[in-house]
C-alpha cells in the first residue's frame, strides 16, 4: 500500500507565499519522477512542474519564475514554494509520483487527495 499526502494549502493575499509538501509513504523501493499538478473549478487539471529522481525539472509557462519544486529522496518528500501568488493561481494542487513498489517489478502512478489553494485579489 503507497499513500501519498499533501499539505500545505490555505488561504492567501495575491502577492504571498505558501509552500506545499508531499510525502510518499508505504511500500516503496524507489520513487521516479514527481509532479505537482492543479485544477480550478470549471477547468481541466493542469501541469505546474515536474521533478526527475535526479533533480531536472520543468515548469509550466505560468508559473516560472515564481514557484520552485523540490525534492528530499531521503524524506520521500516533495515541495513547491509559491511565490508571488495570484488570484489565477487558485485550485486545488495534486501531486504525483511514479513510484516502484516494493516486491514488485511495475511502477504504479499514484496520486495524493489534493489541497486546496485559494489567492484572494
Known amino acids: 500500500q503507497v499513500q501519498l499526502v499533501e499539505s500545505g494549502g490555505g488561504l492567501v493575499q495575491a502577492g504571498g507565499s505558501l509552500r506545499l509538501s508531499c510525502v510518499a509513504s508505504?511500500?516503496?523501493?524507489?520513487?521516479?519522477?514527481m509532479g505537482w499538478y492543479r485544477q480550478a473549478p470549471g477547468k481541466q487539471r493542469e501541469l505546474v512542474a515536474v521533478?526527475?529522481?535526479?533533480?531536472?525539472?520543468v515548469y509550466a509557462d505560468s508559473v516560472k519564475g515564481r514557484f520552485t519544486i523540490s525534492r528530499d529522496n531521503a524524506k520521500k518528500t516533495m515541495y513547491l514554494q509559491m511565490n508571488s501568488l495570484k488570484p489565477e493561481d487558485t485550485a486545488a494542487y495534486y501531486c504525483n509520483a511514479d513510484i516502484n513498489v516494493l516486491g514488485s517489478y511495475t511502477t504504479i502512478r499514484y496520486w495524493g487527495q489534493g489541497t486546496q489553494v485559494t489567492v484572494s485579489s
Open positions: 508505504g511500500s516503496i523501493f524507489s520513487i521516479n519522477g
Open positions: 521533478i526527475s529522481s535526479g533533480g531536472s525539472t
